[in-house]
């Protein structure tokens, strides 16, 4: 079990393996450009080459990419769905050229009219971008905490989108805050247990990739997006010993997506927080 976060690749993807160092992550996840625009990076060779000298040197691996934020897979927009479509093939593609290990990403809303009205559209989409791009780049499903008619809060509508697209390179990564705010109750150990047991049956633990480690502003169940800094908020460190114990989670990379006690993103204190956590629960 690796302990990383979301760190910045400004100036370089090779500069967030330094980061990664700074703040004590053994894993990393970056995006591929920025974050609230269609514009993706394209990797060039003498940056990869620097990335992947940094990779050997320091260890840190594996490294995800996270899709840009309006990706929306459920969207009638044609020209958004076309957009969110180019994008995810694009950073499949970046994807390949660092040999990272997956594209994380929101699936979308479908904005009241219901799962179902987009069900389909999903999967044809999803399967659209499995077969446009290197078969060594896996997309990987991240849940949502079901605000604004978000896919996936429930580990169901994940598992049916992965069984109809049949593909063994679509993934998940479960995030803990958007679990808890959809109602699985992380903080308890007999919560964790019926989670993943429920993870199991309609995904398979087989297809969990990474988990989003974020503590979570809002209550068990309250449906919103918020997340907190480790062992500050409803899950609290209680929670996260009941998660980083359970064997579903031990191979698994977890990434910080936390506020950090600056308000600047993941920092030292709160991976140093998380380890502390894997240190009691290996013990």
């Known amino acids: 079990m690796k302990i990383g976060a979301h760190v ?23 995006f591929a450009g920025p974050p609230q625009v269609w514009r993706r990076k394209r990797y060039q060779p003498p940056e990869i080459r620097a990335y992947q000298a940094r990779v050997t040197e320091t260890g840190i691996a594996p490294t995800f990419l996270h899709g840009v934020y309006l990706v929306n897979l459920a ?6 769905l076309a957009k969110s479509y180019e994008a995810l093939v694009h950073e499949m593609t970046a994807c390949h050229d ?40 896996n997309l990987v499903l991240e849940n949502s905490a079901g605000m604004g008619g978000t896919i996936g809060s429930k580990f169901a509508e994940l598992g049916q989108i992965i069984r109809e697209v049949g593909s063994p390179r679509v993934q998940v990564c479960l995030d803990t805050q958007h679990a808890f705010a959809s109602g699985y109750d992380l903080k308890t150990r007999p ?7 429920e993870f199991d049956q ?16 809002c209550p068990l169940g309250g449906g919103v997006d918020r997340h907190e800094n480790i062992g500050a908020g409803h899950i609290g460190l209680e929670g996260f010993e009941n998660i980083l114990s359970h064997p579903a989670f031990a191979e698994a990379p977890f990434l910080l997506e936390v506020p950090g006690l600056d308000n600047e993103g993941p920092d030292r204190p709160n991976v140093e927080a998380l380890k502390a956590v894997r240190e009691r629960v290996k013990g």
């Open 191 to 197: 919560g964790t247990d019926a989670a993943m047991a």
């Open 75 to 80: 969207t009638s927009n044609p020209e958004f």
């Open 8 to 30: 910045s690749a400004a100036g370089g993807v090779d500069k967030a393996i330094d980061r990664a160092v700074e703040i004590g992550a053994e894993t990393i996840q970056v």
């Open 202 to 217: 309609e995904i398979g633990l087989g297809r969990l990739a990474a988990v989003h480690a974020n503590d979570s502003k």
């Open 98 to 137: 660092l040999g990272a290990a997956g594209v994380i990403f929101h699936i979308g809303s479908h904005k009241g009219s219901g799962y179902e009205s987009c069900f389909r559209q999903v999967v044809e989409y999803v399967a659209k971008i499995i077969e446009a791009t290197p078969e060594d780049a």
